[in-house]
Nanobody, 116 residues
Framework: QVQLVESGGGLVQAGGSLRVSCAVS????????MAWYRQAAGKQRELVAF???????HYADSVKGRFTIARDNAKRTAYLQMNSLKPEDTAVYYC??????????WGQGTQVTVSS
């Protein structure tokens, strides 16, 4: 069964940066399109970005130009570098396959809080 472990979140001031990581075990990684999702309090989970097995990327309009998704197949880890953070980026961040989540299991997520 796939296991997803997200880490790297925290509290940052608006305009700051964070990098979150997602370690994957129990499933093939290198051939999967990996994605980051986020869920703010009281809102539905939304797709933030995804990266294909060949390295092509896609971003939600709300984060384009500020966030960068990357992957390291040798480490079976996906990353999301977040720059110029805004209070509206505050959410719990999760990883799964993309652009739609195929794995039933979700990790615990990592909380990102951006103060104004």
């Amino acid at each position: 069964q796939v296991q997803l472990v997200e880490s790297g979140g925290g509290l940052v001031q608006a305009g700051g940066s964070l990098r979150v990581s997602c370690a994957v075990s129990g499933s093939v990684f290198s051939t999967e399109t990996m994605a980051w999702y986020r869920q703010a309090a009281g809102k539905q989970r939304e797709l933030v970005a995804f990266i294909t097995s060949s390295g092509s990327t896609h971003y939600a309009d709300s984060v384009k130009g500020r966030f960068t998704i990357a992957r390291d197949n040798a480490k079976r880890t996906a990353y999301l570098q977040m720059n110029s953070l805004k209070p509206e980026d505050t959410a719990v961040y999760y990883c799964n396959t993309g652009p739609r989540p195929a794995w039933e299991s979700w990790g615990q997520g990592t909380q990102v809080t951006v103060s104004s």
